[in-house]
């Protein structure tokens, strides 16, 4: 391997005697205690430690302050998401038992016959419905006897007390009571 001297040398940037020029001069050494101005360095230097700390810890104690904060702010952001999040599933659960009580109620009172051949109409929001009921059923339905709930798709026929029971379970379902009417 050729020194770098060498290689500078055959590409003609520099000559013989720059280069003897340059080997005689002492390097010079990037040593920060340079003591070449001996006393006024190491007073200036000390000088100089002595302020620089002082404004460091200064912008070290802003920094660390403004770090406390985002991380309280990121600690209080944690907090609130899983509360948040633990409210949801919790209301995601009560939303699921009320469900499966007042699907429980509806089939245990269950009351539709297969075998029913009138038809009766009844008005649901702004469109007309009907279920399949007995004569009998069709009276009861007529008297506010019995009720009509939907569990799922299913028009089901129960009695007016389960029915009360489902509204006072969850007030946004749908429970059809007719009214009696009253004879003047």
Known sequence: MSSIRDQLLKAGLVTEEQVKQAEAKPKPRPNKNNKSAAGHSKNKKNQNTKAVP???????????????????????????KLE???????????????????????????????????RYNFVVGSSVKYLFVTEAQQTQLSNGELAIVFLGEKRCLIPTEIGKQILAIEPSRIVIISEPEEST
């Open 84 to 118: 948040q999040e633990k409210q949801r599933k919790e209301a995601t659960r009560i939303r699921k038992e009320k469900r499966a009580k007042i699907g429980l109620l509806i089939k245990t009172n269950l009351l539709n016959d297969d075998a029913a051949e009138h």
């Open 54 to 80: 002082k404004k460091t810890a200064v912008k070290k104690r802003e920094l660390t302050d403004l770090e406390l904060f985002y991380k309280e702010r990121e600690t209080k952001d944690k907090a609130e």
